[in-house]
Nanobody, 121 residues
């Protein structure tokens, strides 16, 4: 069974930093790519970053490149998203996902429950 549990969200001022964590069940190890999406109020869920299980290649949305870093603790099977220079437009519920990368796009099959990130101006 695939389970994902996010934590680390909160309220931060613009320009600040947060680190999100996603504890992934053992079932994801060696089978699923992992990544982050976010959904702001009234908007569709959008891709943020992904990490391939094979090779560790990473990909980012243009809006977060240079500010966010995705990484993984392979021993603990925890996915991280380090978010720096946060902007009010980064405010959203952030979701951890597990799935496949198809035609260059990360497509989650499983989702966590989400963690709220609020950036004040």
């Amino acid at each position: 069974q695939v389970q994902l549990e996010e934590s680390g969200g909160g309220l931060v001022q613009a320009g600040g930093s947060l680190r999100l964590s996603c504890v992934a069940s053992e079932r994801t190890r060696g089978f699923y790519d992992l990544g982050w999406f976010r959904q702001a109020p009234g908007k569709e869920r959008e891709f943020v970053a992904a990490l391939r299980w094979s090779g560790g290649d990473t990909s980012y949305a243009d809006s977060v490149k240079g500010r966010f870093t995705i990484s993984k603790d392979n021993f603990k099977n925890i996915l991280y998203l380090q978010m720096n220079i946060l902007k009010p437009e980064d405010t959203a519920v952030y979701y951890c996902g597990a799935g496949e990368t198809m035609a260059g796009r990360f497509v989650p099959e499983y989702w966590g429950q989400g963690t709220q990130v609020t950036v004040s101006s």
